[in-house]
Nanobody, 124 residues
């Protein structure tokens, strides 16, 4: 059974940092892209960041560029999202996802497996 389990969410003040982690089990994703999405209350799921199978190519939504960094440790089957300079508008449930292809992907339909999400709340 394939599982993606996120951790690291919480409550932080504006300007603070959090590091999200996603641990995969049930199969290896070393040849697949990985991504992070988020969903704020009353809004649709939004792409945040993705990393290709090798870790050499990444892509970010404009609103987090320069603040968030996605990375992966394929040996440990994990992916991380370092979030700095957090703002109230970053408040959302953050989801980890495993892609269907090796290259960076931005569309939710391109991802095959999803975690249950972790809440990130940024207070002003």
């Amino acid at each position: 059974q394939v599982q993606l389990v996120e951790s690291g969410g919480g409550l932080v003040q504006a300007g603070g940092s959090l590091r999200l982690s996603c641990a995969a089990s049930g199969r290896t994703f070393s040849r697949d892209s990985m991504g992070w999405f988020r969903q704020a209350p009353g809004k649709g799921r939004e792409f945040v960041a993705a990393i290709d199978w090798s870790g050499s190519s990444t892509i970010y939504v404009d609103s987090v560029k320069g603040r968030f960094t996605i990375s992966r440790d394929s040996a440990k089957n994990t992916v991380h999202l370092q979030m700095n300079s957090l703002q109230p508008e970053d408040t959302a449930v953050y989801y980890c996802a495993a892609g269907r292809l090796p290259t960076v992907l931005v569309e939710p339909s391109s991802y095959e497996y999803w975690g249950q999400g972790t809440q990130v709340t940024v207070s002003s």
